[in-house]
């Protein structure tokens, strides 16, 4: 269809076959990725219509999980796409990623490990970089809060007991779970992962502050290290 009209924006297209009509008529479902950016974009450019510039967004970047992925400067290097264009998209990613997110709020009582990956994977599997966090839980592990410990690679020095559980006391946290993204999309610990797992359990027994899980999420899959019994025994034989 993009071939047969190139040169022409969308709006000289029948009413039929331009993908915001169509969206209101049939539905968006029916809308390729590039009918939807095209809503998104509005325009094109010069000799090239909104779909055309959504299909070579989609060339470019390596399809929507490349889209996901890249940052504004390179959308932005793009023909036809600026940085209004490149932040709409960003939102819009954003949006639904955030409505994927199951709801995880304040005093929500974690039940399993399915439960944390099914809120906390639509936001990390598509990042370049390791994340790790820790979810603060009261004695009946309902949730208090969470935060952001540290960004880059882990290691002992990015992700310190003292940083992570001074946060939990804080927060009269009685117990914490950790998780954090691998950015290759193969959620299997690493060593590094499992000798900072002992450790931040280790601290907590200290403390007197449980570690009831770390999640290493993936693209589509996680480890649980509860699931795997990998904290009864401080990983030691990991």
Partial sequence: MASKKAGHGITQWPETERPRERLLAQGSQILTDAQLLAILLRVGRHGSSAVQVGMEILERLGGMA????CGIEELCAIPGVGKAKAAQLKAALELGKRALAGPLTKGTKITSSRDLFNHYHPTLRDLRHDIFKVVLLDAKHA??????????????????????????????AAAVIFLHNHPSGDPTPSQEDRVLTARLVSAGEVLGIRVLDHLVVGDGRYVSFADQGWLTDHCADA
């Fill in 66 to 69: 490349g889209l996901a992925q």
């Fill in 143 to 172: 949730i208090l809060r969470d935060a952001t410990v540290s960004t880059g690679s882990l290691t002992l020095s990015i992700v310190h007991p003292r940083e992570v559980f001074t946060l939990a006391v804080k927060e009269s």
